[in-house]
């Protein structure tokens, strides 16, 4: 039973960075797996992508990362990472990891949540 731990969530203040880590628990998941993102949650709100990886799209971003973020693999410690900058009040949030394993048949967008089957627990970002 593959897990994903997310580390690297703080308080900054606005302007400020923070790089956000997804391990995953079972060895070499990272280096095989099909697609993997950052989504995130504010309170009261739904959550949204983020950021998104795959063999078929590449790196994808939702709009209002505005070239701030960036994602990125490391198969040689098997984590994901999600690099932000310029951060703003407007993305305090929960943010989650996400992955999916094999290829699917359906939607193949890495931003769509609808992709992804294996979530992690969150860590938490406050901007101030």
């Known amino acids: 039973h593959v897990q994903l731990v997310e580390s690297g969530g703080g308080s900054v203040p606005a302007g400020g960075s923070l790089k956000l880590s997804c391990v995953a628990s079972a060895s070499a998941y990272v280096a095989c797996v099909y697609a993997m993102a950052w989504f995130r949650q504010a309170p009261g709100k739904e959550r949204e992508a983020v950021a998104g990886i795959s063999n078929d799209a590449g790196a994808a971003y939702a709009d209002f990362v505005q070239g701030r973020f960036t994602i990125s693999k490391d198969s040689d410690r098997n984590a994901l990472y999600l690099q932000m900058n310029n951060l703003t009040p407007e993305d305090t949030a929960m943010y989650y990891c996400?992955?999916?394993?094999?290829?699917?048949?359906?939607?193949?967008?890495?931003?769509?949540?609808?992709?992804?089957?294996?979530w992690g627990q969150g860590t938490q970002v406050t901007v101030s």
């Open positions: 996400a992955a999916k394993y094999s290829r699917p048949a359906g939607t193949r967008d890495p931003l769509n949540r609808l992709l992804y089957d294996l």
